[in-house]
T-cell receptor
Framework: DVKVTQSSRYLVKRTGEKVFLECVQDMDHENMFWYRQDPGLGLRLIYFSYDVKMKEKGDIPEGYSVSREKKERFSLILESASTNQTSMYLC?????????????FGSGTQLSVL | AQKITQTQPGMFVQEKEAVTLDCTYDTSDPSYGLFWYKQPSSGEMIFLIYQGSYDQQNATEGRYSLNFQKARKSANLVISASQLGDSAMYFCAMREVSGSARQLTFGSGTQLTVLP
């Protein structure tokens, strides 16, 4: 079974802290994604990566950065956490982009910024 | 403009009945794919069904079927014989060929509650 693992299920941080959300996949997938999920807004794409050290901005990249030093690991970084970044963060991966290629998701990290 | 629109924030259905979850989409790409995912309260996203824009037949996967009406740009999910375990959030999503063509764009979701 494909496994996408997010390091924390729940995280509580203070405003201004630097926050790292880690994601690891074990299926040698090229593509990895970070989405943010908010009630009434669905999932919105923050950043994605299609190769090691490659990254592309999604729809809402402001306030976030990412790192992909190894193929299996994709990190989301909040340089200075703010309360409006309190949300559920979902990591996903997929193989090369055939149209029907589905995304495999991790269980999510519920981040609270106080 | 929203690319994926789910107009039903919440739906209720009686156990063993069928239910339709609405999804409309907006794209100018001739080739695209449509997906439905289920998210139970545990938070994991579970892939349910896929429909390609050029597929002639509506997709089916067990109790799930996708009512694809291309001219109307709708891709409604039909769940037959609802079960209590179907209670979850359901998301419609689309992949377009244009651009990087790798990510999925999601709708806002429909919370389905199955009543005993």
């Amino acid at each position: 079974d494909v496994k996408v693992t997010q390091s924390s299920r729940y995280l509580v941080k203070r405003t201004g802290e630097k926050v790292f959300l880690e994601c690891v996949q074990d299926m040698d997938h090229e593509n990895m994604f970070w989405y943010r999920q908010d009630p009434g807004l669905g999932l919105r794409l923050i950043y994605f990566s299609y190769d090691v050290k490659m990254k592309e901005k999604g729809d809402i990249p402001e306030g976030y950065s990412v790192s992909r030093e190894k193929k299996e690991r994709f990190s989301l970084i909040l340089e200075s956490a703010s309360t409006n970044q309190t949300s559920m963060y979902l990591c996903a991966s997929s193989s090369h982009g055939a149209l029907e290629e589905k995304l495999f998701f991790g269980s999510g990290t519920q981040l609270s910024v106080l | 403009a929203q690319k994926i629109t789910q107009t039903q924030p919440g739906m209720f259905v009686q156990e063993k009945e069928a239910v339709t979850l609405d999804c409309t989409y907006d794209t100018s790409d001739p080739s695209y794919g449509l997906f439905w995912y289920k998210q139970p309260s545990s938070g994991e996203m579970i892939f349910l069904i896929y429909q390609g824009s050029y597929d002639q037949q509506n997709a089916t996967e067990g109790r799930y079927s996708l009512n694809f009406q291309k001219a109307r740009k709708s891709a409604n999910l039909v769940i037959s014989a609802s079960q209590l375990g179907d209670s979850a959030m359901y998301f419609c999503a689309m992949r377009e060929v244009s651009g990087s063509a790798r990510q999925l764009t999601f709708g806002s979701g429909t919370q389905l509650t199955v009543l005993p």
